[in-house]
């Protein structure tokens, strides 16, 4: 039967795991009932199923019997947001404060579709399959610790390609796929700053240093820096979110403190606007006199899609389900992504799968992240029969 079929057939059981794992939903790192659903969903498939050490990760793998081909690698993340859900369905989040908000618990229904499908069809595939289901996409950078447990090379040998899936709630009608070649996300780095003076008495500013001033000339000099430092058609976003300083008027404090986040969409754009932005940090506190720190954390890198599995993954879907169903992507997203990891070692896509529920219009429906995201159930057997579709004939290629 066409993978397509075979995929309508478990459209239930897959909406089914799929809700279970959106009303207990879990973030970070370590999603014990979340990895608990999936590994019962996997039970009893011709799968080498390991589990993470740093995380609460599965890795299956399963190997063709027509064959000793190439890898490829399936990814699905598996996490929830901090997010209090609002939108009201029976199977809402029952857990107070997280909710599956991005969308994640369909990439893992999706791709267990993917593991049954593919299973069935073990005999034929001349090659293996990675299963890899990762928690902690959420800034907490999980695709990097399961790399660093060898999911790459979970076959025994090195993935030759790459694919993974993501829903949005809005943007996309249902069922529509999109992606794009080169850039697809951007890079994010996070930027903490402090600027330390030394307090005083807010009627005598010549016996302190006064780091709030010093703080205000960074945020705009940043501003400037995004204009006069950078190509305009490969462009980088600096955002200052938190600005912290001082506990009331007459008091001059010692610190000032500033969250700020960086976008990029290449990689010399990233490597330069991270050298440039310490260095404007540094070089300004000091021509007050004043001193200041710049530290990076929880940096992803560009999602770069290569070309040639972009447009592979582009000719699948038009084959398997129709021309109308693909919708190139004009720009990279200025979110970003933690497949990025996968992507630098591994050359593949990652794609974009509308999930807006009818009759809601895409432009206007909530996006990802929001309290009020919802995303229709009736994508999961695409997605999964895609997944199964990419792999099959990468391992044919
Ligand atoms: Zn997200
Ligand atoms: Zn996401």
Known sequence: MAVTEDAAAIAGELAHLRRAIHAEPETGLDLPLTQEKILAALDGLPLEVTRGSALTSVTAVLRGDAGGGPAVLLRADMDALPVTERTGLDFASRIDGTMHACGHDLHSAMLVGAARLLSARQADLPGSVVFMFQPGEEGYGGAK??????????????????????VASAELSAGVFSTREGPMMAAADALNIAVHGRGGHGSQPHHAADPIPVACEIVTALQVLVTRAFDIFDPVVITVGSFHAGTTNNVIPDEARLQVTIRSFSAPARTLVREAAVRLVHDTASAHGLTATAEFENSYPVTVNDQREARFATEVVADLLGEDRFLPQAN??????????????????????????????????????????????????????????????????
């Open 145 to 166: 610790f399961m790399i660093e447990e060898g999911v790459l090379d979970a076959a025994g040998e090195r993935a030759a390609a790459a694919y993974a899936l993501h």
């Open 332 to 397: 990279p997203m200025a979110g970003a992504e933690d497949f990025s990891f996968v992507l630098d070692q591994v050359p593949g896509a990652f794609v974009m799968l509308g999930a807006c529920p009818p009759p809601v219009d895409p432009a206007t429906a909530p996006f990802n992240h929001s309290a009020f995201a919802v995303f229709d159930d009736t994508v999961l057997a695409d997605g999964a029969a895609l997944f199964t579709e990419l792999a099959v004939r990468r391992l044919n290629r």
